[in-house]
């Protein structure tokens, strides 16, 4: 009896503890909620706001940080990129011109200017005209120049090309066995021959489109993991990235697809009907085909595009969260918050690279499918 | 940003959830029911589950 009242005792004082150091907790979140002044928390949520924006667009310098002086100055930490623009010959100049969009950068008597990391041309004063709608009027030189984008697909090319050279050359020389990070890539390949590409494509076929499988994989795969790094890139984060990614899988699926491939899109009833009876149906079953063709590839830009700035925005905020909160309370939460996401997205760099390679390969499948290929099916079904 | 539009991809963005959830489940019991297909159940769930995703990105898009 003593015991079990002893016990009571304790759970009860052990509850009011809790209570109270709950109580605690939510007096001192919501007390430093409210600390510093509401004028300075709005400008710094703008703030914040803003730098995230700009992380998600792709920008004329490569620079790794930014902070601003005790005297309002601007400092920046990285490194000026070439600009490269057509407008009646090439102009090829520093992006230092701009000093971080801040200037007019005048190239052999043309004046350019930077407005929401778009190049304009513009007068010696850098103005720019707005229409009705608030659109810039400025002529639009083309741009060709080497973004901090496009430098990090060069290095991710170039980093791809020589690790699996040397893989390849390490195969060769060592007897067919893999040797160093050879161990680590093998499985992934042959993962992505036995598991994605076989299944889907066929086994007579799959090699025809196996390198461009291999490529797309690594290329999204590494692209992502560096957009994790504090390079602070968001490369496959870019719609113009992921829309040249679905343009080759559009590309591929179409030129490669056989007569089959056709035919199921512009006849996919075949002989199991009178063609008086297709008519009707076919109004409304080939444009559902056609537009197929085009939504497949569509859905793979859209999805990478989309996770990948999702998740870029997440993080960002959750990182901004711990500025805004500045308490020994919400900062530590926002951080296990943001480091919770952070390996999220190490998973997710992952699965979007197996989704895209996995749904391109499946798209492969159709195009490569041939009769005698769909027999079998069904005789295999027959078999079942 | 209207309060309408919010509140339509809120719905569109539970609707997502839901089906995805329910792919998941699903995908759960068959393997609980034929672990030997865990490989093939997997794969087929993750491209049902891409393709409604596409959809719930597409109505935060239009946001």
Redesign the interface.
Known sequence: MQRFLSHYYLSDMHRKITVKTITLLLFLVSFTGFAGGDAEKGDQKSEIKEYIQHHLKDSYDFSLLSYTTDSGEHKYIGAPLPIILWDNGLKVFSSSKFHHGETVAEVDGNFYKQYHSKIYKTDAEGTINYDADHHPTNVKPLDFSITKGVVMILITGLLMFFLFRGLARSYATNGGIAKGVGRFFEPIVLYIRD?IAV?NIGKEKYMKYMPYLLTVFFFIWFLNIFGLTPLGVNVTGNIAVTACLALLTFLLTNFTGTKDYWKHIFDPLGDSMPWYAKIPLYIILIPIEVLGIFIKPF?LL??LY??MQ?GHIVLMSLIGLMFIFKSWIGSPMSFGLAFAISLIEILVAL?QA??FT??SA?YFGFAAETHDHAEEHEGEIQHL | MEIPVMVGAGLVVIGVGIGIGKIGGSAMEAIARQPESY?KIQ?AM??AA??I??IG??A??AV
């Open positions: 598991d299944p859905s859209i999805r989309a996770n999702a699965l197996y989704i996995m749904l499946l | 490989g794969t993750l491209i891409a393709l995703e596409g990105f597409a935060l898009f």
